[in-house]
């Protein structure tokens, strides 16, 4: 499978943005997602994931409350849905995929395959 991550950008604080993993080559139906981000100088962390059943979502203490993932199957789309955005959200952020009918695991080994990654600035 073949991911791609958009719809990052600059945002002010307490603003919202929705970032979008496509994916092309297989269904994202048989895949366990995951989102993770990279800021400068830090390690990869996980931000959240979805099984592959879509029914099970799984998220960062970080993020839990303000974010939300969703998938649309006809797009073949995830979704990452970020609100109420810090200055410490600021990152690379990329989608992940594994084929797996377990939890969304929270480590980078976890996963096969990686979308290129989308910035996201929370500054004013």
Do not use: H
Request: proline fraction near 2%.
């Amino acid at each position: 499978v073949q991911l791609q991550a958009s719809g990052g950008g600059l945002v002010q604080p307490g603003g919202s943005l929705r970032l979008s993993c496509a994916a092309s080559g297989r269904f994202l139906s048989t895949y366990t997602m995951g989102w993770f981000r990279q800021a400068p100088g830090k390690e990869r962390e996980f931000v959240g994931g979805m099984g592959w059943s879509g029914t099970s979502t799984y998220y960062a203490d970080s993020v839990k409350g303000r974010s939300t993932i969703s998938r649309d199957s006809a797009k073949n789309t995830m979704y990452l849905q970020m609100n109420s955005l810090k200055s410490e959200d600021t990152a690379v952020y990329y989608c992940a995929a594994v084929q797996n009918f377990g939890s969304a695991p929270r480590n980078e080994g976890g996963y096969d395959y990686w979308g290129q990654g989308t910035q996201v600035t929370v500054s004013s």
